[in-house]
């Protein structure tokens, strides 16, 4: 496929490639006659459940990140605290937790590299510039996939609004045509009676 070919086809998508909801100004634009209507109803339905689900796994990740960016505020903090320590310093002495309901007192000696856990039962050994780096970063991307999380569940909401009401416009636009249709076979009725030789 060629490029262009590429662009044209390609529906517009926020940043993070979630799909725009096509929003319904007129009717007639999707729908042509009443026997299209449970196929665009459908697909709309089809379209909202999407989008539902996308707002279920991206409130999951949202909330891991509440959890997570705390942790690696904390850590960044005690890392930073032992930075600034003096190597002829006293050791300090810490209580930590080893579990929920399990804690520990430990003698911290001053010192030059920190034990970080990467996650997957991975810990590495990193010089304290290079952990303050390293927990700076990861701090900034998470505060980042925050930010982004939340923009994309505001979005997410907007789409299914837009559905919701394109979903209504099409009923209410089949429901008038259905009238219509009724009106006009009632006027057929009449006209018939009217020219009916018995009449």
């Not at 990467?118 to 290079?130: F, R, S, T």
């Not at 299914?160 to 006009?184: C, G, P, S």
Request: glycine share 4%; hydrophobic share 35%; net charge negative.
């Amino acid at each position: 496929m060629s490029g262009t070919s590429l662009s044209k086809d390609a529906a517009p998508t926020n940043p993070r490639g979630i799909p725009y909801a096509p929003f319904v100004d007129k009717v007639e634009d999707y729908v042509s006659s009443r026997a299209e209507v449970d196929g665009t109803m459908k697909s709309f339905q089809e379209m909202i459940s999407k989008y539902q689900f996308m707002e279920v796994n991206i409130q999951r990740r949202l909330q891991g990140l509440k959890e997570k960016i705390p942790d690696i505020q904390k850590t960044l903090d005690t890392v930073c605290f032992l930075a600034t320590r003096k190597p002829d310093s006293e050791p300090i002495e810490a209580t930590f937790e080893l579990n929920d309901t399990l804690y520990a007192k430990a003698h911290i000696p001053p010192t030059e590299e920190v034990y970080l856990w990467l996650g997957a039962n991975v810990m590495l050994a990193y010089p304290i510039p290079e952990a303050e780096e390293l927990l700076d970063t990861k701090l900034a991307t998470a505060k980042n996939n925050l930010a982004n999380c939340e923009e994309d569940l505001d979005f997410l909401r907007e789409q299914i609004t837009t559905l919701e009401v394109a979903t209504a416009r099409v009923y209410n636009w089949d429901v008038t045509q259905k009238r219509k249709e009724k009106a006009e076979q009632e006027q057929l009725e009449k006209g018939k009676d009217k020219t009916s030789p018995g009449g």
